[in-house]
C-alpha cells in the first residue's frame, strides 16, 4: 500500500513570534479571544481524502498508513516518544505513523519561536497554549491553528461525550465565545488538581514534643524551637527553621493564604484583587520581617535555587519548606532513607490566624490548564487526526495512555491497575516518571488523567496524608483560567513585567529590612502609578466573560 507522507506549506506567521518573556509574563492566562472567527476554521479541508470519515472495516482510522508530523517536549528518560508503548500500540490500533519533533531539553520555548516564525509548522502541536500571545483564541484568528467544534461534535465521539458530561470540563477548554481549539490535558478529579504545599520535618517535631502547628503564632513557636533547641542533634546552631523560595510565592502563596490575600490576582467575593496593594499584605510582610530578624528565615533564600534547596533538606538543615508531594516529599524521603533512617516529613495545614479557622486558599489547579494538543492549518489530514487524538480519550485508550500495556506495566486487581514493579520498583534505578514513561504519559498530555495513577505516584503514606492535608482550603479566591484578547494580554504584559519586577525586588527590600514597612503606602502608590489597577480591571472584565460561557 501507499504510504502518504503529510507535507506543509510554509505559512509566514506575521506579529505574533512568542518571546520567552511574553511567555513567562502570560502563563496565568488561559486562551484568549477576540470574537473574530476564520472562516473556513471548522469545515474540512478541500484536500480531504474522499471517504475520510468513514472507518475501515479493521478498525483502524485510515486504509493506507499515514504519517503525522507532531512538535511536543521530549518525555522523560526517551530519545522519542516512539520508544513509548503507548505510542507503538495506538500506532497498531489506527494505523498512523507519528514523526515526533522533540525541542532540545532546555529549549522548548525558543524552538517553538523558531517554528513559529518559520511558519514550518507541523500537523500537530502540543504545548501549553495559555502562553501564547492572546492564547488559543488569537492562534486561531491568525490562521496558526484550526476550530475544532465540528470536527469534535463529528468524528471525536469521546471527547464529545466527556465534554457533554462535564460541563465545568467544556467552559473550561473553551474560549469566551464557545471556541475550542485544543485535545486538552483535563484533571477532572479534584484530588489531581492539588500536589503542593508545605512540607515540615515531623521527626524534628516529635523530638521537641511539639504540635503540628495551624496558625501563624503557632508556627512562630515551632520555627523558633527548631532553631534554638538542636533538633538536628549535632551540637551545631545550624537549622533553617524556614527555607521559602522567593519563586513559589505566587504558586502556592503558603503563609501569605493567612491573610486571605494572594501574591498575584484573586477573587474576593466575585472582584479580581490584587494581594500586594492590600493592608493584609502589609500584615504579611511584617510578620515576615520579624521572622527574618529573629533567624527563623534562611538568610539566604532569595539566592537560593531549587538544587541549593534539595542540599539544604538532604544535608538536615532544614525544618520547613514548600514540597511537591511527588518531588518534593517523595524524593527527599527516598534519597534520606539509608542516610538518615528516622528523617520524617509531614504536609503541614495551610495556616491560619485563628486556631479553628479553615484555610482560604492553597494550591489547586485548574480542570484545564491551557495544555494541549492542536491541529495547525498546514494539516491536510484533519479528520484523521482528530480521531487519532480522540482515541485516547476513550476507554481503551485512557487505560493505555493512563498505565500503559497489560501484563507489562500494569496488572488488574480486583479492577484497581496496578503498576508493576518495573514501574513502581525499577531495577536500573529509574525514577517512577522515567519508568513510566517506557509505556505511558499521564501527565502534561492530551488526555483525561486518572486518578488511580496519582494514587500509587504518591503512594507513601506521608504523601496521602499530605494530599489529604493540602486540599482542606476551600480554594474559592482561585481564578479559573480567563480569556485575554490580544489587545489585553498585551497591556497586561506590558503592565505586569514591571509590576512584578519591582513587586519581587521589594519584597526582598521589605523582608530583609532594607526597606521600613512604615514606607509600605510609598510601595503601593508606586504599583498604582504602574496602573496596576488597569490590570485588574482587564482581569474583572475576562473573570465576567468566562461567567458568561
Known amino acids: 500500500m501507499r504510504k502518504i507522507e503529510i507535507t506543509t506549506t510554509h505559512t509566514k506567521i506575521k506579529g505574533i513570534l512568542v518571546s520567552t518573556a511574553m511567555m513567562v509574563a502570560l502563563a496565568s492566562a488561559a486562551a484568549g479571544c477576540s470574537g473574530k472567527e476564520e472562516s473556513g476554521g471548522s469545515q474540512a479541508p478541500s484536500g480531504a481524502p474522499a471517504g475520510a470519515a468513514n472507518t475501515p472495516a479493521d478498525g483502524k482510522v485510515v486504509s493506507s498508513p499515514l504519517t503525522l508530523s507532531y512538535f511536543v517536549g521530549l518525555p522523560n528518560g526517551l530519545k522519542d516518544a516512539n520508544e513509548m508503548e503507548a505510542y507503538k500500540e495506538l500506532e497498531k490500533k489506527t494505523g498512523i505513523h507519528v ?18 516564525s518559520s511558519g514550518d509548522y507541523p500537523d500537530v502541536i502540543e504545548w501549553g497554549w495559555s502562553a501564547y500571545p492572546g492564547g488559543g483564541q488569537n492562534a486561531l484568528n491568525n490562521g496558526v491553528i484550526i476550530k475544532l467544534n465540528d470536527y469534535i461534535d463529528k468524528y471525536a465521539p469521546n471527547l464529545k461525550k466527556f465534554l457533554a458530561e462535564n460541563p465545568e470540563a467544556r467552559k473550561q477548554v473553551s474560549t469566551d465565545n464557545g471556541d475550542i481549539y485544543t485535545f486538552p490535558f483535563i484533571r477532572n478529579d479534584p484530588s489531581l488538581q492539588t500536589y503542593f504545599g508545605l512540607g515540615i520535618r515531623k521527626d524534628w517535631l516529635q523530638k521537641l514534643q511539639l504540635p503540628m502547628p495551624e496558625t501563624i503564632d503557632e508556627w512562630h513557636t515551632v520555627l523558633k524551637a527548631f532553631k534554638e533547641k538542636d533538633p538536628n542533634g549535632n551540637g551545631k546552631a545550624d537549622e533553617i527553621p524556614m527555607l521559602l523560595l522567593k519563586s513559589k510565592l505566587a504558586f502556592g502563596n503558603l503563609y501569605l493564604n493567612a491573610w486571605g490575600v494572594r501574591y498575584d490576582f484573586y477573587l474576593d467575593n466575585g472582584k479580581v ?3 500586594p496593594v492590600k493592608p493584609q499584605y502589609k500584615e504579611f510582610l511584617t510578620t515576615m520581617r520579624n521572622w527574618y530578624k529573629e533567624g527563623l528565615i534562611d538568610p539566604d533564600y532569595a539566592a537560593t535555587n531549587d538544587k541549593q534547596k534539595d542540599a539544604k533538606v538532604t544535608g538536615d ?36 490566624l485563628k486556631k479553628g479557622d479553615k484555610p482560604v486558599q492553597g494550591q489547586q489547579e485548574p480542570i484545564f490548564n491551557g495544555y494541549g494538543a492542536v491541529i495547525t492549518k498546514n494539516n491536510k489530514h484533519i ?53 513510566l514513561s517506557k509505556y505511558a504519559v499521564p501527565f502534561g498530555a492530551p488526555l483525561v488523567q486518572d486518578k488511580r495513577y496519582q494514587e500509587q505516584n504518591a503512594s507513601m503514606p506521608q504523601q496521602t496524608e499530605a494530599l489529604k492535608t493540602w486540599v482542606q482550603p476551600d480554594n474559592k479566591g482561585i481564578l479559573p483560567p480567563l480569556s485575554l484578547t490580544s489587545e489585553e494580554a498585551s497591556q497586561i504584559a506590558l503592565i505586569m513585567n514591571d509590576v512584578k519586577t519591582y513587586t519581587d525586588e521589594m519584597f526582598d527590600k521589605f523582608v530583609m529590612g532594607a526597606e521600613p514597612i512604615e514606607n509600605f503606602d510609598k510601595f503601593v502608590d508606586r504599583l498604582n502609578k504602574m496602573n496596576i489597577q488597569e490590570a485588574v480591571k482587564i482581569e474583572q472584565a475576562a473573570y465576567e466573560r468566562y461567567l458568561k460561557r
Open 383 to 435: 479528520i484523521e487526526t482528530v480521531k487519532w487524538l480522540d482515541y485516547k480519550y476513550g476507554e481503551e485508550g485512557h487505560m493505555l495512555f493512563n498505565f500503559g500495556v497489560p501484563g507489562k506495566s500494569y496488572t488488574m486487581e480486583n479492577g484497581f491497575p496496578k503498576y508493576t514493579d518495573d514501574v513502581m520498583k525499577n531495577k536500573d534505578g529509574l525514577s517512577f516518571s522515567a519508568a
Open 99 to 116: 514523526n515526533f519533533m522533540h525541542p532540545a531539553v532546555g529549549q522548548e520555548a525558543n524552538q517553538f519561536n523558531l517554528m513559529l
Open 317 to 352: 538543615l532544614v525544618g520547613a519548606t514548600d514540597m511537591a508531594v511527588g518531588g518534593g516529599i517523595g524524593k527527599y524521603l527516598a534519597a534520606m532513607k539509608d542516610k538518615h533512617p528516622t528523617f520524617d516529613l509531614a504536609g503541614a495545614p495551610y495556616p491560619t
Open 273 to 275: 484583587q490584587y494581594g
